[in-house]
């Protein structure tokens, strides 16, 4: 079965410096990976999508991910926080062999806070 | 384009009650889903459909019913409501095509519900 953990439950950055949030995963296949941004009482936005290649996908907002499967890690970054950046953020996984209509696997999600 | 859009935003049932979510998408995605947010947690795969007249079980399907009569429409059923179904509901599309394993999911903004 597949299965995504994001061991913070919130990230506290400084606007201005670099951000991390992070995201490890267990499937029985080859991995496809997502990152979601919810802010409050939305839905889930798309950041950005790992499913083959360079291992650093960039996304939208200045976001970006590196994916590395020897730590099985999909850490989400970005170089320069945004106050606007605060939100709840998501990993998500799909496992090419575990197919069922297209189920995403997400994490508990992390809250990311940027202060002035 | 109005994207994925749900009704209502909020309601609050009693126990034993019934009602339905409604969730369209103007996108002509043949993939529909309907997630439950419940706190700290992520999101978990109630129902899902791969096309109109097609309808499968997810993650958590018990106390739910879910038809797909149009591509655009997909309503998730409560029929007696329970307190353990207090959460906060999301419907997506994605367009599968032509790798239905790379594909986003798209949100709606969600359907806070209390059962009380």
């Known amino acids: 079965a597949q299965s995504v953990a994001q061991p913070e439950d919130q990230v506290n950055v400084a606007e201005g410096n670099p951000l991390t949030v992070k995201c490890t995963y267990s499937?029985?296949?080859?991995?496809?990976l997502f990152w979601y941004v919810q802010y409050p009482n939305r839905g889930l936005q798309f950041l950005l999508k790992y499913i083959t290649g360079d291992n650093l996908v960039k996304g939208s907002y200045g976001f970006e991910a590196e994916f590395n499967k020897s730590q099985t890690s999909f850490h989400l970054k970005k170089p320069s926080a945004l106050v606007s950046d605060s939100a709840l953020y998501f990993c998500?996984?799909?496992?090419?062999?575990?197919?069922?209509?297209?189920?995403?696997?997400f994490g508990g999600g992390t809250r990311l806070m940027v202060k002035p | 384009n109005a994207g994925v859009t749900q009704t209502p935003k909020f309601r609050i049932l009693k126990i034993g009650q019934s009602m339905t979510l409604q969730c369209t998408q103007d996108?002509?995605?043949?993939?529909m889903y309907w997630y439950r947010q419940d706190p700290g947690m992520g999101l978990k795969l109630i129902y899902y459909?791969?096309?109109?007249?097609?309808?499968d079980k997810g993650e958590v399907p018990n106390g739910y019913n879910v038809s797909r009569s149009t591509t655009e429409d997909f309503p998730l059923r409560l029929e007696l409501a329970a307190p353990s179904q207090t959460s906060v509901y999301f419907c997506?599309?994605?367009?599968?095509?032509?790798?239905?394993?790379?594909?986003?999911?798209?949100f709606g903004p969600g359907t806070r519900l209390t059962v009380l």
């Open positions: 459909s791969v096309g109109a007249g097609i309808t």
């Open positions: 996108m002509n995605h043949n993939y």
């Open positions: 499937v029985s296949g080859n991995p496809y």
């Open positions: 997506a599309s994605s367009s599968p095509a032509p790798n239905p394993n790379t594909d986003t999911q798209y």
């Open positions: 998500a996984v799909r496992d090419l062999q575990a197919y069922a209509g297209n189920m995403l696997t």
